[in-house]
């Protein structure tokens, strides 16, 4: 059964960098899939940040792409994110996901969420 | 930039039938997707491909497209079908993935 164990701190000082790992267990991060960073303001909509692939391929929202690194670490099956300068905007739950692949659709739906890490901007 | 526009409500009385629809300029050249999420929990894919429902979801699930509409129909609605449904995209124009405003579907 495939999982995702997102982890980081709850709390993170304005300016400063969010970090967050997700760890998979189940299923190999180095085979057919991407991966991805969604987030969930309080009382909003989803928002992508990027997908990651395991050969290196990033795709970020140009609204974020200045602030933010999502990178693979096939060697502990887990990806992480970093977004800088961070301010009470980012404030959110982070979601990590596994994005389904397939020949004809690729990125697509995110098939497998993690529970989330609710990461709040304040000093 | 390109969106996804949903309806931000939907109500439905148990055991009838929700439509809930998603319409984006590029969605007829695009697979779209949707997502039930309930309060306090991560979102669940219930619809891939446009018309797809991946393992575990009930058949009273159901996808469809008709030009740059997409449509979440579920049939004999239950009381647990009360959610927030999202409707995604990938643009591939722009190597970006989509999402829908969200609508709130509510089995009165």
């Known amino acids: 059964q495939v999982q995702l164990q997102d982890s980081g701190p709850g709390l993170v000082k304005p300016s400063e960098t969010l970090s967050l790992t997700c760890a998979v267990s189940?299923?190999?991060?180095?085979?057919?899939?991407?991966w991805g960073w969604i987030r969930q303001s309080p009382g909003k909509g989803l928002e992508w940040i990027g997908s990651?692939?395991?050969?290196?391929?990033?795709f970020y929202n140009a609204s974020l792409k200045s602030r933010v690194t999502i990178s693979i670490d096939t060697s502990k099956n887990q990806f992480s994110l970093k977004l800088s300068s961070v301010t009470a905007a980012d404030t959110a739950v982070y979601y990590c996901?596994?994005?389904?692949?397939?020949?004809?659709?690729?990125?697509?739906?995110?098939?497998?969420w993690g529970h989330g890490t609710m990461v709040t901007v304040s000093s | 930039s390109y969106e996804l526009t949903q309806p931000p409500s939907v109500s439905v009385s148990p055991g009838q039938t929700a439509s809930i629809t998603c319409s984006g300029d590029?969605?007829?050249?695009?697979?779209a997707c949707w997502y039930q999420q309930k309060p306090g929990q991560s979102p669940v894919l219930v619809m891939y491909?446009?018309?797809k429902r991946p393992s575990g979801i009930p058949e009273r699930f159901s996808g469809s497209k008709s030009g740059n509409t997409a449509t979440l129909t579920i049939s004999g609605t239950q009381a647990m079908d009360e959610a927030d449904y999202y409707c995604?995209?990938?643009?591939?124009?722009?190597?970006?993935?989509?999402f829908g405003g969200g609508t709130k579907l509510t089995v009165l």
């Open positions: 996901a596994r994005q389904y692949c397939s020949s004809d659709s690729c990125p697509g739906a995110f098939d497998i």
């Open positions: 189940g299923y190999f991060i180095s085979s057919f899939y991407y």
């Open positions: 990651v692939y395991h050969g290196g391929s990033t």
């Open positions: 590029k969605l007829g050249d695009t697979y």
């Open positions: 491909q446009d018309n």
């Open positions: 995604q995209t990938w643009d591939s124009s722009t190597a970006h993935v989509v």
